[in-house]
Structure formats: structure tokens, C-alpha cells
């Protein structure tokens, strides 16, 4: 595809249950963010991965918040034993890797909707 | 304080006026400063990107840095309802991970 897609684009889940969201970035693009954006409020940075690894990671809230990377292209997010204070909506974006000084700009997907119970 | 104050509107205006979409912040620190528009229930998209103080045009859009006031603002010439979506100012520093941090969004609704 042309853009990042995330999937599901809504998930509802109740208190206490595991989910997983993922993340297809634009092929090519090494760098890879996980961001949250709760009602009202700004886009609030949880995780960033250069090809498979987390350099940063210091924005996942609590131990419950997981992520990995595979052969440098599909992300998935977990979340376990989810609290109503999780329902946010999940945004991912991907980059070409960061370098030289210069600003590379970060696609974002259309993010997942999740609603805790 | 939060490191970027924007003020989340929602701002209202008719067709045609000129927008003024601002945000302040705190790092001095910070070199790289964008512009995001996000349509309801879609992902935000890049808009405009300026490095360190000054001016850049395109279209009906302007950017403008003041890095000793630590203010940036977003113009909207003669704006369209289709202009109606979340403007949200990010910014970041040079080198490292480029990972922006972003204010609240501004609601804008341009009205016919």
C-alpha cells in the first residue's frame, strides 16, 4: 500500500483483557513511532524503533504497554489487563531514518480506536 | 507548565477570513517546528516544517517562528470549509530520533 495502515481501526474490549494493535509502515521507512492521543489532548509519544530495535521506549506509561518489531517492517502494540483509562485512539507513524541533520517527515496511519469497557 | 501550550478552540470563521493559528512553548532547545492538520478520525498529516526562526510560504499557508519569543504561528489566507480540521504544532530538535512534541491541537471550523 501507499500509506501506513493500522488494523483494527476500532477495537472495544473489556476491563482487564489483553489487546494487540499493528502497524504496516510504508515500506522502506526504518523508523517507526507508536503514539496515543486521548480526547482533547495533544499526540503523546509512547515508543520509536529503529528497524527492529527501541532506542526509546520512555513513553510507554506503565508495564502493562509492550511493543515489538519484525524483519524491520510490521509493529505490533499490546496492551495487557487494559483499564478504562487506556480508550484512546493509537496512532503510528513511520519515517525514513533520521540523519544528517535533516528533518524527515513522519506518516502517520489513520490510528485505532480503542474503547475500554 | 507543559512544554507546548496551544489553545484548543474551537476557533469559528467565516469563508474567506485569514486564520491565525499560534503556540507557544518552552525549550529553547528546540530547532525544527511543524504544522500538522488532522481531519476527524484520520491521522494527522505534515503541513509545513521550518527549521530554527523565520518565514515559509506556501500557498494560502504561512509559518512564522520567533524563537526569541518562543511563539510560532500558522496563517490561513482566504480559507475554505475544507480548511475545517485540528491544526496541531509540533516540534523538535535537531539530531537524535527527531521525536516531536506536540501541543493539544486547535480546532478550526470555517464556515460557508
Known amino acids: 500500500g501507499a500509506g501506513v495502515s493500522q488494523s483494527p481501526s476500532n477495537k472495544v474490549t473489556e476491563k482487564g483483557k489483553d489487546v494487540e494493535l499493528r502497524c504496516d509502515p510504508i515500506s522502506g521507512h526504518t523508523a517507526l513511532y507508536w503514539y496515543r492521543q486521548s480526547l482533547g489532548q495533544g499526540l503523546e509519544f509512547l515508543i520509536y524503533?529503529?528497524?527492529?530495535?527501541?532506542?526509546?521506549k520512555s513513553g510507554l506509561p506503565s508495564d502493562r504497554f509492550s511493543a515489538e518489531r519484525t524483519g524491520g517492517s510490521v509493529s505490533t502494540l499490546t496492551i495487557q489487563r487494559t483499564q478504562q483509562e487506556d480508550s484512546a485512539v493509537y496512532l503510528c507513524?513511520?519515517?525514513?531514518?533520521?540523519?544528517?541533520?535533516?528533518?524527515?517527515?513522519?506518516?502517520f496511519g489513520p490510528g485505532t480506536r480503542l474503547t475500554v469497557l | 507548565q507543559k512544554e507546548v501550550e496551544q489553545d484548543p478552540g474551537p476557533l469559528s470563521v467565516p469563508e474567506g477570513a485569514i486564520v491565525s493559528l499560534n503556540c507557544t512553548y518552552s525549550n529553547s532547545a528546540f530547532q525544527y517546528f511543524m504544522w500538522y492538520r488532522q481531519y476527524s478520525r484520520k491521522g494527522p498529516e505534515l503541513l509545513m516544517y521550518t527549521y530554527s526562526s523565520g518565514n515559509k510560504e506556501d500557498g494560502r499557508f504561512t509559518a512564522q517562528v520567533d524563537k526569541s519569543s518562543k511563539y510560532i504561528s500558522l496563517f490561513i489566507r482566504d480559507s475554505q470549509p475544507s480548511d475545517s480540521a485540528t491544526y496541531l504544532c509540533a516540534m523538535s530538535f535537531t539530531g537524535g530520533s527527531y521525536i516531536p512534541t506536540f501541543g493539544r491541537g486547535t480546532s478550526l471550523i470555517v464556515h460557508p
Open positions: 524503533f529503529q528497524g527492529n530495535s527501541a532506542p526509546d
Open positions: 507513524a513511520s519515517s525514513l531514518s533520521p540523519s544528517g541533520g535533516i528533518y524527515n517527515e513522519q506518516f
